[in-house]
């Protein structure tokens, strides 16, 4: 695939591939955004050491998919949405247009 917006394959990167087994290998969402959920769209496995949990995503390609960008944007857009910015921040928020 061509690199563009939506698909960046980052040949330079001495992990690449960072994950076997994709022909297209997607390095646009190289940290994945569903890293610090529980639940994913992805299949990561669960560990536990010294009583913490440790979310383990080296069999997991489904950010690296090129059909998965519009599941991972739509998934951001949602999530951001949701945030909410403390009354410090609204207090330090500039008007659009304003440097």
């Not at 569903?34 to 639940?39: A, G, R, S």
């Not at 383990?56 to 998965?68: A, G, K, S």
């Not at 951001?76 to 659009?96: D, H, M, T």
Request: proline share 7%; aromatic share 16%; charged share 35%.
């Amino acid at each position: 695939m061509e690199n563009s917006y939506r698909f960046f394959a980052n040949k330079d990167c001495k992990y690449y591939p960072c994950h076997q087994g994709l022909e297209d290998f997607n390095c646009l969402f190289c940290y994945c955004p569903f890293y610090l959920k529980e639940k994913c769209p992805g299949r990561p496995e669960f560990w536990q050491k010294d009583g913490k949990i440790i979310k383990d995503c080296t069999n997991c390609t489904f950010p690296h998919r090129p059909e998965n960008y519009d599941v991972i944007i739509k998934w951001i857009k949602k999530e951001n949405e949701k945030r909410e910015f403390s009354e410090e921040i609204r207090k330090k928020a500039k008007p659009v247009g304003q440097g």
